[in-house]
């Protein structure tokens, strides 16, 4: 599971809308003020994701969360929108390159066409995959759990 933290900001029954922030992949190593893309991540504000979700936990507003996404559904997904188009590609384009050294098409553009209609092909293929309502559901981020809050202790008595 892939985990982020989040912040509950409004309750509707079992719908709960929480925030998160999303960071930038840049900031993290301590050349951030020598590189330029840590100072175009500095220069743009945060920006916050808003997500409304159903959860079966008793929250309340501000309580902080960690939402999870599943990783292996996320990869079969990546796998599906890039390789169909890219195998569409290939093989059409391969097919039409056949007919022209075949002699059956007479110039090397119905090549050029035939790949450019299987990697369409292919991206059609993989956006009806991505539809399905199976994968739509596996892709849903969820709320795993209440984040662990620490309780400030003021005062110990015997």
């Known amino acids: 599971m892939i985990e ?9 029954n079992d719908n709960v809308t929480v925030t998160s922030l999303i960071k930038s992949a840049c900031g993290g190593c301590q050349q951030v003020d020598n590189c330029g893309s840590g100072q175009v991540a500095k220069a743009f504000p945060q ?22 996404l599943n990783e292996s ?3 079969q997904s990546a796998w599906q929108v890039y390789l169909w188009p890219l195998l569409g590609l290939i093989m059409a384009s391969w097919f039409g390159q056949w007919l022209v050294i075949n002699a059956i098409l007479p110039h090397e553009i119905f090549a050029i066409i ?14 009806k995959q991505q539809i399905k309502i199976a994968m739509c559901e596996k892709l849903a981020p ?3 759990r209440r984040e662990f809050q620490n309780i400030a202790i ?3 008595t015997d």
Do not use: C, Q, Y
């Open 47 to 68: 920006k916050k994701l808003t997500l409304t979700l159903k959860s079966p936990l008793a929250l309340e507003l501000g309580d902080n969360v960690i939402l999870g």
């Open 142 to 144: 969820k709320i795993l």
């Open 154 to 156: 003021t005062e110990i």
């Open 114 to 127: 035939f790949g450019i209609i299987g990697g369409f092909s292919g991206f059609l293929l993989a956006k």
């Open 73 to 75: 559904a996320l990869l």
């Open 4 to 12: 982020e933290k989040a912040t509950v900001v409004d309750i509707d």
